[in-house]
């Protein structure tokens, strides 16, 4: 792991960072879970669930503030205390590799379905962590040039996406506003779930240069962009397959692919597919060196190739014990689902709180 | 590991000295003993001439091979003549007391001038100049544009650059690397242009570099280069000033080497490799059409093979229903699977390449015509090859040789091979990881500590993957961090960007 602490990356590549880490494999999945929480209505919590991690946003952005030149550990252990922010520091890391090990398994689970029935699925897990690895182990610099040289396929593939305009029919998203205020929140929980990436800001925003006004401006942007992709690729499946399609299709997207019709080359869907490992890769890649960097806080976590590797062979090991297990793969995604609520939810919201208290704190210290 | 460790002994080995570094051995009045020690320090060379002047009271000791008559006859023998004999006289002289100097002076091409009773030794240049005429570069045509070229004279080259930035600030800078070559390289910046950093880096990198002997520019860098492990060049080699001159002025450093017209340029990006002098010299908009489809060749040069292995192998789906039957036609017979037809395919091409290049211009073309026609004719009528596979294959070592500079076709080439393999194992997923790791790798390395890869600001697309027409290029690329990061004085509002 290259020496962080003196390099600093752009504004727009920590933007680029926050995209790309940001958009996994559970987009493809997206459309449909929406759809089963709040049905037609889906595109609307979607849209609520945007703003709302906004707001989320804006609360890690200004934890930040007040915590100067500190990344998440450093701000945990700042306001918890030593030993219970050690204690948070470590289930952070448990966090962090349990969400690494979703993506794996995820993607994995996606490329076994579509593409590649036969091929072991442990080989794909190999190549994406060798990826991953190789795009940590040049620290955060140059995660920042790869995420943002890949930015071109999201450009790339919205563009694939105007395929499915071919048979929409607005006439699907009638009738509005017919879901229950319970089918609501479950939208809105789900689409902020699936925005949930602005705890891994932490990690990032520290380290970037630029004024503060600046960094809180480019997060916004970047989870705008992200929440404006989501909800074009939302929309555009539900205006193409409609209620009753939508129930049974797991990725619609990628359905809506396979049947358009291009002239040169059939079968859209394996290439977006291909053009997916990148965002997987990146999605997965952060929440590795996420959970390195935690693993590096861990007192007596001093040699670094254990460092690196150890948490690499331990997301790797739990890959294939879940892989394509349908009772082991349950296991991690319930458990998972269990405690994202605590990390990105209910920590960022004390760690806001308690940055107020720091605050007259200091400010108290300042005038005696 | 210390069990199986086993401790080696340092080899003994006489340390060389460097000519400019041999201590000073004080020279004697006497002409007999100072002719010995010199013969005695040349190892009694056969080159070694000395010619004893009348009444063997002075010597003029040269190197025959390396020396001119004429120049002697004008510099020496001449003024000699008009001053009675008398050495003190002549002007264009260099006097000292020192015999290990006048040794290395020998070895320059100086001619030495012993008087019997006098400890003084006077040295007279008159080096043979053996250089051959400015010529343009074989491999780097251009259609339009300046048609001269770097010859193996680092004087001319200096020469040939400086006639074209006629500034103060242009900097060369000498040193000689080989304890026993003393090849003399020269660096040549514009001061206030190049990041003073970069400079300063380059120059500690050289100063590291201890050899006896630096004999080709690719061997030095490798001594300095950020990432000797990787398949793709690092520094830019040209053989053209106009060239160089451009990039000197976009703030980088070249570095040229006596006798060798290559030059070398870092820090560089990986466009710098695909960007041609004829570029700036048509139309912008032709010029950006060519560096499409440069680029797009490079896309295919690396890819095509294994796409075509993937769809073979795999993904059948992907070709268009009414290409299916040609396609299924031309495979249907072929014993070999697509992996090994495009193995064998390329390795024939490698080697009709490389026998072409060391035959003779004449024998050259046949072979083309054998190896080629003959070849790949037989090749699909015996069945070993689908003839698919050879469009395929003789397109990637066609798109290959789109690129203008050399050593970045020959890392495309070998960059087919993992990607054929990995779309073997894995079909469109193996091209995939296999492009991603690539493109990570690209992003890893670095230029003299300057990033290689990314256009890390939009703008310097303008002049990387296409061309703007120039009075849009106001700045000079965001990758080296000039101090004077506009090309013109005039920055008014409308001048900014």
Redesign the interface.
């Known amino acids: 792991m290259a020496n962080d602490s003196n390099k600093k990356i752009t504004l727009s590549q920590m933007g680029y960072i926050y995209i790309q880490s940001q958009i996994g494999v559970d987009i493809l999945n997206l459309p449909t879970v929406l759809h089963k929480a709040a049905g037609a209505d889906g595109w609307i919590t979607l849209i609520i669930g945007g703003l709302i991690s906004i707001v989320f946003v804006l609360m890690v952005v200004h934890t930040i503030k007040c915590y100067p030149g500190e990344d998440l550990f450093g701000i945990l252990n700042s306001s918890f205390g030593k030993y219970i922010g050690s204690i948070a520091g470590f289930s952070y890391y448990v966090y962090f590799l349990v969400v690494a090990i979703y993506l794996l398994t995820s993607y994995g689970e996606l490329i076994n379905q579509w593409l590649l029935p036969e091929t072991p699925v442990w080989l794909l897990y190999i190549l994406l962590l060798i990826s991953a690895l190789y795009t940590i182990s040049g620290g955060l610099t140059l995660i920042a040039k790869v995420f943002t040289f890949f930015a071109v396929v999201l450009f790339f593939i919205s563009s694939l996406f105007l395929f499915g305009l071919a048979d929409a029919k607005l006439i699907y998203f009638q009738p509005m506003g017919q879901a229950t205020l319970s089918g609501y929140i479950d939208g809105i929980s789900v689409s902020i779930y699936s925005l949930s990436s602005f705890v891994l800001l932490f990690l990032f925003l520290p380290f970037t240069q630029g004024s503060h006004k600046q960094k809180r401006r480019v997060a916004i942007g970047a989870n705008c962009i992200v929440a404006l992709f989501y909800l074009y690729t939302v929309l555009i499946s539900f205006s193409h397959f409609g209620s009753e399609q939508l129930q049974h299709i797991p990725q619609p997207i990628l359905y809506m692919l396979r049947t358009a019709d291009s002239p040169l080359i059939t079968r859209i869907d394996i290439f977006v597919l291909t053009l997916w490992t990148v965002f997987a890769m990146t999605a997965f890649a952060s929440y590795l060196y996420g959970a390195e960097k935690a693993f590096a806080k861990i007192p007596k976590a001093k040699k670094k190739i254990i460092n690196v590797y150890s948490t690499s062979l331990l997301v790797l090991a739990v890959s294939v014990w879940g892989g394509l297990n349908e009772k082991n793969i349950r296991m991690i995604i319930s458990f998972q689902d269990r405690i994202t609520e605590y990390f990105t939810l209910v920590i960022p919201i004390i760690l806001f709180l308690l940055s107020f208290l720091r605050r007259k704190d200091k400010q108290e210290r300042a005038s005696s | 590991m210390g069990f199986f460790k086993q401790k080696k002994k340092e080899p003994a080995q006489e340390k060389v000295i460097r000519e400019d570094k041999v201590p000073p051995h004080q020279s004697t009045t006497s002409l007999e003993k100072n002719i010995a020690y010199i013969k005695e320090e040349m190892r009694n060379s056969a080159d070694l001439k000395i010619r004893l002047l009348p009444d063997s009271k002075q010597a003029l000791i040269f190197l025959d091979d390396i020396t001119d008559p004429d120049k002697m006859q004008r510099y020496i023998f001449e003024p000699l003549l008009k001053t009675d004999g008398d050495i003190r006289k002549i002007k264009d002289r260099e006097e000292s007391n020192d015999l290990n100097k006048a040794v290395t002076a020998l070895i320059g091409g100086k001619a030495v001038y012993l008087v019997e009773g006098n400890s003084t030794c006077y040295l007279f240049n008159v080096q043979m100049d053996a250089s051959r005429a400015i010529m343009e570069p074989v491999n780097e045509k251009v259609i339009k544009g300046s048609h001269d070229g770097f010859t193996e004279d680092i004087k001319t080259n200096i020469n040939l650059i400086r006639r074209r930035i006629q500034h103060r600030s242009l900097t060369i800078k000498k040193m000689t690397i080989g304890d026993y070559t003393e090849s003399e390289i020269a660096m040549v910046y514009v001061d206030g242009v190049v990041n003073g950093d970069v400079v300063k880096e380059l120059e500690t990198r050289i100063s590291n570099i201890n050899t006896d002997a630096l004999l080709s520019a690719g061997a030095f860098t490798e001594y300095i280069e950020d990432r000797t492990y990787s398949i793709f060049p690092q520094f830019l080699s040209t053989e053209r000033p106009d060239k160089t001159t451009a990039l000197l002025m976009e703030g980088r450093i070249a570095i040229l080497f006596a006798n060798n017209p290559t030059c070398l340029v870092a820090p560089v990006t990986f466009f710098a490799f695909y960007q041609t002098p004829d570029d700036y010299n048509t139309r912008w908009i032709v010029a950006t059409y060519l560096r499409l489809i440069r680029l797009f060749s490079f896309i295919i040069s690396i890819t095509l093979p294994s796409f075509y292995i993937a769809v073979i192998g ?2 059948y ?5 009414q290409l299916i039957s040609p396609v299924l036609g031309s495979i249907r017979d072929i014993a070999y699977p697509p992996l090994a037809e495009a193995v064998m395919m390329v390795t024939i091409l490698e080697v009709i390449r490389e026998a072409a290049i060391r035959l003779p211009s004449p024998i050259g073309s046949t072979i083309g015509i054998v190896g080629g026609l003959v070849i790949g004719d037989a090749i699909v009528t015996a069945g070993l090859v689908s003839n698919l596979m050879v469009i395929v294959i003789a397109l990637t070592s066609l798109a290959s040789y789109v690129v203008p500079s050399n050593e970045m076709s020959d890392a495309l080439r070998i960059l087919t091979f993992p990607l054929c393999i990995m779309s073997a ?5 193996g ?3 296999g492009l ?2 690539l ?3 690209l ?2 390395i670095e230029s003299l500590g300057l ?1 290689y ?2 256009p ?1 600001q939009f703008r310097d697309v303008k002049d990387t993957i296409i061309r703007v027409p120039q009075f849009l290029m106001k700045r000079r690329p965001e990758q080296l961090d000039s101090p004077r990061p506009y090309k013109s004085n005039q920055l008014g509002e409308n001048n900014g960007e």
Do not use: M
């Open positions: 795999f993904h789906e992907v070709i268009p229903e194992v894995l079909g469109f997923i091209i995939g990881f991603l790791l493109l990570i790798h992003c890893r990033s890869f990314t890390i």
